[in-house]
């Protein structure tokens, strides 16, 4: 699936749970409930939700949006900042994010 940026704009953004960034995301939520000794059913407990959704997000078969995302780590007691730098530097390596260029005659 793509997502086309804006109706002027040729450029579209792939859209797959099969991406690097995701699977990525998807192992440290993972490493993360593991670690905090935690089986899927209570994790989902913690979130108001079944067994199966926690599974399907480990499975790569659900993606989360960033306010369910903010959720899961709130469950998980990690801050969703320290969550979100944690996942940025697996997907870099470390490195900072290249910034984009600013577009000619944009300020």
């Not at 997000?57 to 306010?67: H, K, P």
């Not at 530097?89 to 000619?104: C, E, L, Q, T, Y």
Request: aromatic share 4%.
């Amino acid at each position: 699936m793509s997502i086309r940026l804006s109706s002027q704009d040729n450029r579209t953004v792939r859209k797959t749970l099969h991406r690097p960034e995701n699977l990525a995301l998807i192992e440290l939520l993972r490493e993360l409930r593991v670690a905090a000794d935690l089986r899927q059913v209570e994790l989902a407990d913690r979130l108001g939700v079944n067994q199966n959704f926690v599974s399907n997000v480990e499975q790569g078969i659900r993606r989360l949006d960033v306010v369910e995302l903010r959720d899961y780590a709130a469950a998980l007691e990690i801050p969703f900042l320290e969550l979100a730098q944690r996942w940025e530097d697996r997907v870099v390596g470390g490195k900072p994010a290249p910034r984009r260029r600013k577009r000619a005659g944009s300020s």
